[in-house]
């Protein structure tokens, strides 16, 4: 070994933390992005190294096959709900809207719904995840809008996170394509439940 090979063996590596995280966002973003457009199905490990320019043998040191890859990418994912609290019937629609906006620009409205209804085993723990982050999550909301004063006390939070939850992923499935004409419409039926009544 000549002495500019041992100077090379004792540096580090450098950027090989972030081109690795790189090259993960790039698998994500591929299997999202085809499972969106196509199923499930459709995500193989052929088509995230077509989309994603990732080469095969690296995808292969990373995951054992298409399972392995697909776990470890919705492991990998959170579905926040927005925090806001809406003082009015027009602010409970711009909440709405806006939670349409999150799912959607987070995952994929049709993605949830198709991972929700997949009768693939290895999706189950996620399954789980979805149900329990965006109904709990919008459950918690609630409640902390019940202490803000923005919504009554006494209503079950977790029964309107379900309607309101079930109706964005309805409207998405069903491809109705007025966001803010079904926003308006369910924020007409809840707000009157939901608000605090003022003598």
Same mark, same amino acid.
Request: aromatic share 8%; charged share 30%.
């Given at each position: 070994m000549t002495n500019s090979d041992s100077h090379a063996a004792e540096r580090p590596r450098v950027g090989r933390p972030k081109r690795r995280a790189a090259t993960e966002e790039k698998i994500y973003r591929s299997v999202l992005k085809i499972a969106r457009e196509k199923g499930f199905g459709a995500v193989t490990i052929d088509a995230v190294v077509a989309d994603s320019g990732v080469a095969k043998t690296t995808i292969y040191r990373r995951y054992d096959d298409r399972v392995d890859m697909l776990i470890d990418v919705l492991r990998h994912l959170t579905?926040?709900? +927005?925090?806001?609290? +809406?003082?009015?019937?027009?602010? !409970?629609?711009?909440?709405?809207?806006?939670? &349409?906006? &999150?799912?959607?620009?987070?995952?994929?409205?049709?993605?949830?719904?198709?991972?929700?209804?997949?009768?693939?085993? !290895?999706?189950?723990e996620w399954r789980e995840r979805v149900v329990d982050e965006l109904v709990s999550g919008f459950s918690r909301y609630f409640s902390k809008g019940v202490k803000a004063g923005s919504f009554a006390e006494g209503v079950n939070g977790g029964v309107i996170a379900t309607m309101v939850v079930g109706s964005v992923l309805t409207r998405a499935v069903f491809d109705l394509k007025n966001r803010e004409r079904h926003a308006k419409a369910v924020a007409a039926m809840l707000w009157p439940i939901i608000s605090v009544k003022t003598q």
């Open positions: 579905l926040d709900v +927005p925090a806001e609290y +809406p003082t009015d019937q027009k602010g !409970f629609e711009r909440y709405i809207v806006n939670l &349409h906006d &999150h799912l959607e620009n987070k995952i994929g409205l049709r993605l949830i719904g198709a991972l929700v209804s997949s009768s693939e085993e !290895f999706l189950e």
